[in-house]
């Protein structure tokens, strides 16, 4: 499994993740200039989600913690 981001990669995000700061299916990007984003790689072949979601992510129907984090999380912040 690939390393997590830095905690200064999600600062460049720009905005809180929400959920996929912790989701399996989240990947932030970033530009050689600086620039952050964060694609839903669930979207590929989930028509429900968007590629690039709207930030903060409350709530989500792809929501899926990587195996090593799984405890009875569900999909939603409350």
Known sequence: MPDRPSDAA?????????????????????????????????????PALTRYPRLPVTECTGFDLPPEDRDGVSGHLG
């Open 10 to 46: 999600w600062a460049n995000l720009g905005a809180q993740a929400g959920l996929c700061r912790t989701c399996r299916h989240a990947r932030l990007n970033e530009t050689r200039r600086g620039t952050a984003y964060l694609r839903c790689t669930r979207a590929e072949w989930d």
